[in-house]
């Protein structure tokens, strides 16, 4: 008997924001939702770590890339902290190595917390994918081994106390890239005296991106096929964030064919998003000091519209 050929996979391109479950890797929660919108090309954005929940943004087609623009966007998490106990990994995942009593105030934990926001520097866990001589840092955490590591220069944007429960608390950070939220949980807990470590963490925003607009996997599998694909925001909204840059059609199809053109007047150096006249997306361009924007990235002159 044989069995039922699949539907080819379709080409389409967009963004889906995704509300990743715990317990589930990036990659898991990439592949189920690449399956379901039956895609040939799909990519994410930076992972999460199993345990954490929320913002993991999916990249199908012409969007991936594009991807790389936000591994370098501010983030926005809601953390959970239990104080009192250390373990290996800095969270809930690890093997508890120390417990402490736990005597603190609201005003206390709030002192703590100004200690870390503005630029900080952070030690990277042992137990992360940072690579050493080639190997990432956690095969060498897994035999035992604790490397030195050099601090790296992060930046707390906001770090606001949202709760103080017994042994417990919840804060909102806005981070830049880089940022170990684990590491900085940690940091708390020993500013405190009582050490801690994460307990929960959600992204709630990348950049531009916000939870609020995002869907779980389990919403997005009941849905019609056919409604699925409605779900997604163009290749662009990864860009939100760049000032945009339109041109006219003649310079549009020369920067199409990857050739420099004109920006106009007051057009400062930097990175744009730039736009042909009828509102068609081309891609990423850089402008230099001499006003003309060079491509970086374009996209497809013919792709298949988000939603379509």
Known sequence: MNRPSKPPRRRIDGV?????????????????????????????????????TGLLPICFGEATKFAGELLAADKRYAATVRLGVRTDTADAEGRITQTRPVAVTREQVEAALARFRGDILQVPPMHSALKRDGRPLYEYARKGIELERAPRAVTIHSLDLRSLEGDRIEFDVDCSKGTYIRTLAQDIGEVLGCGGHLTALRR??????????????????ALPAES?????????????????????????????HGQAVPAGEGSPAGQWRVYAADGRFLGLGRTDLDGRVAPVRLVATTIEKAGS
Do not use: C, V, Y
């Not at 589930?24 to 770590?49: C, E, F, I, P, V």
């Not at 006219?248 to 920067?255: P, S």
């Open 16 to 52: 889906l924001l995704l509300d990743k479950p715990p317990g589930m890797t990036s990659n898991a929660a990439l592949q189920k939702a690449k399956r379901l919108l039956n895609a040939a090309k799909a990519g994410h954005t930076g992972t999460l770590d199993p345990m954490a």
């Open 204 to 221: 709630t925003r990348i950049g531009n991106l916000d939870l609020e607009s995002a869907i779980t996997l389990d919403a997005l599998e």
């Open 228 to 256: 699925r694909h409605a779900l997604l925001q163009p290749a662009d909204a990864l860009l939100a964030g760049l000032p945009m840059l339109g041109l006219d059609e003649a310079a549009a199809q020369r920067f199409s």
